[in-house]
Structure formats: C-alpha cells, structure tokens
C-alpha cells in the first residue's frame, strides 16, 4: 500500500496485492493471511511499479519496519533496471 500524507491529512491512497509469481508457503499463509488464491489474479510487481515509482517520488518513505519493506522495493526496482532511491 502507498498512502500519501502532506502532514494533516491523507491525501492519495493506493493498495494491492503481488502476484509474487511463486508458491507461498502455509507459514506465510498463517502469518499473513494472503494465500495462493489471493495472488492469483494479483498484479506482478513488474505490471505496477511505474505506478508505485510516480506515486512515491519525491516522497518520505515510511513503514513500520522501513529496512526491511525498503530493501524489498529497491530490490524489485533493481530486478526491473530502475534505481529506487527514496528518502526513509
């Protein structure tokens, strides 16, 4: 999820599932709730990362474990051939 903040009020939102375009196993089932079903007809990553690049940039990039999440986008974004560089 994207949620775009300017410091009083939640301005743009954006939220969907990945299609990590692998088995996800039943530990990640039972901590997270997503199964295989659900990423189904998810997007791959590929398919909304120009979406997710606009919406964040020039942005502060926060989350509740930002190493973590961080490392997983600048990862996805590398996959793809794009730097992924945002303030956290």
């Avoid at 659900?38 to 926060?62: Q, R, S, W």
Wanted: net charge negative; no cysteine; glycine share 4%.
């Amino acid at each position: 999820a994207v949620v775009i903040f300017d410091g009083t009020k939640i301005v743009d939102t954006y939220s969907t599932l990945i299609n990590p375009k692998k088995y996800v196993p039943p530990f990640i089932t039972s901590l997270t709730g997503i199964s295989n079903e659900m990423l189904e007809d998810a997007p791959t990553f590929e398919e909304v990362a120009d979406l997710i690049f606009a919406k964040t940039e020039g942005m502060i990039f926060v989350a509740h474990n930002v190493n973590f999440d961080y490392s997983f986008l600048k990862q996805e974004f590398a996959i793809l051939g794009t730097k992924f560089d945002r303030k956290n």
